[in-house]
């Protein structure tokens, strides 16, 4: 049997398996907090919390443990934030559709992504996206992920006449949430890890000094995964109004992935002599095997995490460092009572902290040509306002292939652009 030294060849990449489990550590606080937040989000869909919360720890530890043992990467997974925003409110509450119906939407797209990361197609649909407008999308999911956070904390509230106004800043919920949010950037800035489960906490500790919400515990046996497991709707799911849902979800998961894996890769200097990704194959398996079994576990769509740079920070160089955080994801089913009892208004400023690095990706758009930019504001500002990734996604690439053929330049436009504007266009026209 292989040592741990042999089989995540720790030596060849300059490391031991005391620094790869403290990358594992890092990296784990570092995206802790989505043990609450997505059971926080996946909840207003109709789904127990409990539940979810299961499912999000499994769905957590199968992609991190799996990344680490195939294809030996430092890079943890979990359900996305983008992804999870989605299926609540876009598939669930805006379209109408049941949760397990959005569900069968997560499988079937985790399977498409199965086939595409084993077909050679793989490279070339990454490629064929242009990358202004995936830089609009990521950014519009974080513009949308900071509306929902100051909804939820009820620093904007509904308006009749302006549809939306600013609420009341003095009442405890949006004043805790602020403060998290506060306490949440500036212990970023100070390169202090954990950061956002340090704010979440803050806030939830606010809550219950002042009876704003109810602690529970901090250790029980974990919540029955029974009202979600195995409850997705595959039938459902293969309406033909669910057909631009699942081919979001496809694209916010495949371009998710791959810029994290090469964003990680390259602070690792784990990219080989031609800057490309080695085990690529294998680290789009990892990602899309744990979409799959996140929805039958009863979650939405698992993704690669950015904080993963956390850990690589620590020294994580190999997947040892995925495992370790894997496994604190499983210990961490027995933390559900203390999970139950983070409000809302703390998980809200975890939103907006996440939104506010999502939407950096505005700082990288050729703004010196138009044709590229307009049509990557358009998908960033739609998504908000629409209160709906998958049609922020659309108008994008509407707006992006029209642009180019009217201003002449429609060789700009890969086969992959015409396709899904297509889609997108005729689901306009007829549904």
Not at 108 to 119: E, H, K, Q, R, T
Request: charged share 10%; net charge neutral; aromatic share 10%.
């Amino acid at each position: 049997m292989p040592s741990l030294e042999s089989f995540f060849e720790l030596k060849k990449h300059g490391s031991n398996v005391r620094v790869e489990a403290l990358g594992g550590v890092t990296t784990f606080l570092a995206m802790a907090y989505i043990t609450v937040v997505n059971p926080s989000i996946l909840s207003d869909a109709g789904m127990d919390f409990g539940a979810v919360f299961v499912a999000t720890c499994i769905a957590a530890a199968f992609g991190s443990i799996v990344m680490g043992l195939l294809a030996n990467y430092p890079i943890a997974q979990a359900p996305g934030m983008g992804q999870n925003a989605f299926f609540t409110f876009s598939i669930v509450l805006g379209m109408g559709h049941t949760w397990q119906t959005a569900l069968g939407a997560v499988f079937v797209s985790g399977m498409i992504f199965v086939a595409l990361s084993i077909l050679p197609v793989r490279e070339w649909l990454v490629n064929a996206i242009p990358r202004n407008l995936k830089l609009g999308m990521a950014s519009g999911i974080g513009l949308f992920l900071g509306f929902i956070a100051l909804k939820n904390a009820g620093i904007v509230v509904a308006h009749p006449a302006t549809l939306l106004a600013l609420g009341d800043l003095s009442s405890f919920e949006p004043l805790s949430c602020i403060l998290g949010f506060v306490t949440m950037v500036a212990l970023s800035a100070r390169k202090i890890t954990g950061a956002v489960l340090i704010g979440i906490l803050f806030a939830t500790v606010l809550g219950w000094t002042f009876g704003a919400t109810e602690f529970r515990g901090f250790v029980a046996m974990p919540p029955s995964p029974a009202p979600v497991l195995l409850q997705l709707d595959i039938a459902g799911a293969l309406q033909l109004s669910m057909v631009t849902p699942i081919l979001s979800m496809l694209i916010v998961d495949i371009f998710d992935t791959a810029g994290t894996l090469v964003g990680v890769a390259t602070r690792a200097n784990l990219l080989n002599d031609d800057g490309k990704l080695p085990r690529l194959r294998r680290a789009l398996l990892s990602d899309s095997g744990a979409t799959v079994v996140g929805a039958l576990a009863g979650t939405s769509s698992t993704t690669s995490y950015i904080e993963s740079t956390a850990g690589v920070e620590a020294g994580g160089r190999t997947g040892l460092t995925a495992v370790v955080c894997g496994l604190l994801f499983l210990a961490c089913l027995f933390f559900a009572p203390l999970a139950q009892s983070v409000p809302a208004f703390a998980t809200a400023a975890a939103l907006l902290f996440v939104a506010c690095l999502m939407a950096r990706s505005l700082a990288d758009l050729d703004w010196q040509d138009t044709t590229e930019s307009a049509p990557a504001i358009v998908a960033a500002i739609t998504m908000p306002l629409s209160f709906s990734i998958a049609e922020g996604i659309g108008l994008g690439f509407i707006s992006y292939v029209l642009i180019k053929i009217v201003s002449g330049r429609i060789r700009d436009c890969s086969i992959a652009s015409f396709v899904i504007a297509l889609i997108f266009g005729l689901k306009y026209a007829f549904l």
